[in-house]
């Protein structure tokens, strides 16, 4: 398959736009529009209530989508989850218990380390189900359930559309498990689905931030270091947010856990840090906005990622603020990556990094 950029200047930029419509192919898989509800392939034999368990497995981007899984697994389904990095858990000495359902998350499919784990579940007799992107893939060969991502060929090392693409497969999963084992009522499952089913629409307006960003990045090039921070699912996505900015523009970034600032991090602040501070409004809002408060009275930097409510009930002094819509929390964190991914790609731009290419790095890291 031959893939062009089209109108745009790198592979990245095209995916980053491509996501309104490669969730919307991917939702369309799992999801009947027209009742509301999850439903899945029908050759996956999958009975949630027998699972007592899950443990999902990944490497990088994917593995932070596992991580944002396992809030939903434990909220929507009371499914307790057991989340390792690929090249730790294979050379772990897990108790494999019986009930365990074993997931692995994908984009290539190949990546050494988490086809070594899924070998290694399988030979221990747990079911194994992938997330992946390459249908034809050595993992997707290897595991007894299949749920693809409709990505489409992704070229950008740096993951981006398959990370949304994985986290809509990975939220249709756990409402699945939630509504087959009793956790969430029908019309809690509709509300749900048809939460999902606005991500595009979300994503679109997410998209018209590009402008701001574009400026913001200029702002935020010269910084050695940056500090990503937020709370609930938007701690994995603060994750993930730095991994982006280090992949690719080569500026040190760390991802923290807001609540964890005041136990390391917050020694770094100084004006010369930018602080990305990802807050929607919900149950944590108010804990994260006293975080940085912390780091404003420390002279640092903040641009924060907030909805229209919580733009509204942020006190000032933030550096720049990324406004998104008012929507359901479950969709916040595929909606909320896309000013992250757009940020670290303006900021490449203007450092001049090769965005598509970046140093060292591999698309598919098939040595472990
Ligand atoms: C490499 C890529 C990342 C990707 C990771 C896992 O490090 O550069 O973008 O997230 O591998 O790859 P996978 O194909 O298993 O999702």
Known sequence: VIVHKGEHRHFMAKEIHEQ???????LTQYIDCRKATIRLPKNVDLDFRKIDRVSITACGTAFYAGMIARYWFERYAGLPV????????????????????????????????TLASLEFAASHGQR????????????????????????????GVASTKAFTCQLATLACIAIAAGRDRGVLHAEDERSLVRALGDIPRHMMRALE???????LARKISPARDALFIGRGTNYPLALEGALKLKEITYIHAEGYAAGELKHGPIALVDKDLPVIVIAPHDATFEKTMSNMQEVIARGGRIIL??????????????????????????VTPLVFAVPLQL??????????????????LAKSVTVE
Request: net charge negative; glycine share 6%; proline share 7%.
């Open 20 to 26: 309104p419509k490669v969730v919307e192919q991917t």
């Open 82 to 113: 057991e989340l390792d990095i690929a090249s730790e858990f294979r050379y772990r000495d897990v108790p494999f218990g019986a009930g365990n359902l074993a997931i692995f998350v994908s984009q290539s499919g190949e990546t050494a380390d």
């Open 128 to 155: 194994v189900l992938s997330v992946v992107n390459v249908q034809t893939s050595t993992m997707a060969r290897a595991s007894q359930i299949v749920l693809p991502t409709l990505a489409g060929p992704e070229i």
């Open 209 to 215: 931030l590009e402008p701001k960003i574009r400026q």
């Open 305 to 330: 990622l907030t909805d229209q409510r919580g733009a509204g009930l942020a006190a000032d002094g933030a550096w720049s603020v990324l406004e998104l819509p008012d929507m359901p929390q479950i």
């Open 343 to 360: 940020l670290a790609y303006h900021t490449a731009v203007v450092r001049g990094t090769d965005v598509d290419q970046p140093r060292n």
